[in-house]
């Protein structure tokens, strides 16, 4: 048991007060900021027909961004963002190059130079009923 | 723009009558301690360049829209139909980089003449915290110009959040107001921007220069151990800090008018549909040397964590070091806090390595 005399008592509930309060308001304030308006984004894309894209294609759909492959066994898609930080990347003939810090991806996904870590994820393709390709990228 | 050069030579030609600037000075200083050569004039220079960022962000914002659609666009009004316009916007870009290079001599000549020790060390904390939100004020000023050059160090910077354990991706969310940096997070920036960091800024500056009275003025030995007990007079001083500003305002006036702000095209709605080829993919300046180290591997550790590591080393320089002697302070290179002077520049050195060799 020791000595609390009782002015230092009613310090110590103040000063908890204060934290506790401050605390709250605190905490109030982190939900406040974390409301997502905007609707979610897009995460389905239309690329047309299957026909334009023949067996042996490999487009490159910048603004998704993503590689939309047709090879005998079917259509795949691989998303064109930088696993490291998220940067576009660009094509060049090895394969994918990020602008950022320097990572490069084989034709095929798989890093050959850091510093990114996960190769490139690949994206779901789904062949409508009217023969149209859909994207999805997530 | 020259209105501004005659005004201030105004003051330097003509005697003025003691005002209110004159007493927010001590009535005398010490002689040692007030010349250039000791003070390099830093910290006097950041309060008046926060001054002229304060007066020309006012003047940009009563044309900016802080919204994705028109952002870019109320930004090339400004710089290229306004009267005045570009000029105004590149006194702005200019004074908040040269406030990075000013608030870094400051804490420079602060390590190297030993003027952080007791009973100064909480306001070289106030001092640090002050130079890392004035970096994010620079940081947040750059993303609101919402051109193609911003894409990347915006997706880069904000992705790092993520990297972070456990909080990463409610710091993200919060810092740009979704799951994607889209329309929300410009506002946020905005915001952050012209309100909240700059709030700060001017709290944590306020309380700064008053420690600095409260704390017995600038840095120097007690009077019995001083070489020279001369002092200036305040006048003196106040003649010294109009010069100063003269001279730093025909600097900015000269940059602003010869090298104008970056500015590229507007971005379009969505970042990944505007970015080409040929946009820049480097770093604002200041943070070109975390660019480069995030070349070399895991984002979260040489992204978030080394800087940090570096960070609250410098915040424990006055705490865990050996202490300044008494005797030395508020002179250069003092031998009893080598050890701070030593690690300061090597973490100095090794930033600027960094920063020249990426690209
Ligand atoms: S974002 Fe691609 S290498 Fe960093």
Redesign the interface.
């Known amino acids: 048991m020791t000595n609390l005399s009782r002015r230092d008592f009613l310090k110590l509930v103040r000063d908890g007060f204060l934290v506790l309060s401050g605390a709250l308001a605190l905490g109030g304030v982190l939900r406040f900021l974390d409301f997502q308006p905007n609707p979610a984004q897009k995460t389905q894309f239309d690329l047309g027909s299957a026909t334009n894209y023949p067996i042996g294609s490999r487009t490159a759909l910048s603004e998704i961004p993503a590689l939309l492959i047709h090879a005998e066994s079917g259509f795949s898609a691989l998303s064109l963002v930088c696993t490291h930080l998220g940067c576009n990347l660009g094509e060049d003939e090895s394969g994918f190059a990020c602008p950022c810090h320097s990572s490069h991806f084989d034709a095929e996904g798989k890093v050959t130079h850091g510093p990114a870590a996960k190769p490139l994820s690949p994206l779901r393709i789904e062949i409508s009923e009217d023969n149209r390709v859909i994207l999805h990228t997530s | 723009m020259y209105f501004f050069i005659l005004h201030l030579s105004s003051f330097i030609l003509f005697p003025m009558p003691p005002s209110f600037f004159h007493h927010l000075h001590p009535p005398t200083i010490p002689t040692a301690q007030a010349r250039w050569r000791h003070t390099l004039a830093a910290g006097g220079t950041a309060i008046f360049l926060m001054l002229i960022l304060g007066v020309t962000g006012i003047l940009e914002m009563f044309y900016y829209a802080p919204n994705p659609a028109e952002a870019a666009l109320s930004v090339q009004t400004i710089t290229y139909h306004v009267p005045f316009g570009g000029f105004i916007r590149n006194l702005h870009y200019w004074a908040a980089q040269a406030l990075i290079v000013v608030s870094a001599v400051h804490f420079l000549r602060v390590i190297f003449t030993a003027a952080y020790g007791h009973p100064r060390r909480f306001n070289y904390l106030l001092g640090l915290a002050l130079f890392v939100v004035s970096i994010m004020l620079d940081f947040t000023g750059y993303i609101l110009r919402w051109d193609v050059d911003i894409c ?1 160090p915006l ?2 910077g904000t ?2 959040l993520k990297t972070i354990p456990v909080i990463g991706d ?1 710091l993200y ?2 810092a740009v ?4 940096v ?3 997070a410009l506002l946020r920036f905005y915001t952050w921007h012209i309100f909240g960091l700059t709030i700060l800024v001017v709290i944590l500056g306020v309380w700064h220069a008053f420690r600095v009275r409260r704390d017995g003025g600038i840095a120097v030995p007690p009077p019995q151990l001083r070489a020279d007990v001369t002092r200036i007079p305040r006048d003196e001083l106040v003649r010294r800090e109009v010069l100063t500003m003269f001279i730093v305002s025909i600097g900015l006036i000269l940059l602003s008018i010869f090298v104008p702000a970056p500015i590229a095209a507007a971005m379009s709605v ?1 970042i ?2 505007s ?1 080409t ?1 040929s946009v820049d ?1 480097r770093a604002p300046w200041f943070f070109l040397w975390v ?1 480069q180290m ?6 979260f550790i ?2 978030v964590l080394i800087p940090s590591i570096i960070l609250a080393l410098l915040a424990l320089i006055p705490y865990i070091f050996p202490q300044p002697n008494e005797a030395e302070i508020g002179s250069w290179f003092p031998k009893s806090n080598r050890l701070a002077q030593i690690i300061v520049a090597i973490i100095g050195t090794i930033i600027i390595i960094l920063t020249f060799i990426n690209r």
Do not use: A, M, Y
């Open positions: 990347w997706t880069t992705n790092l409610f969310r919060i107001g979704g799951n994607e889209c329309e929300t969505s990944r549909e970015v080829e993919v660019q995030l070349k070399w591997g895991d984002p040489f992204g």
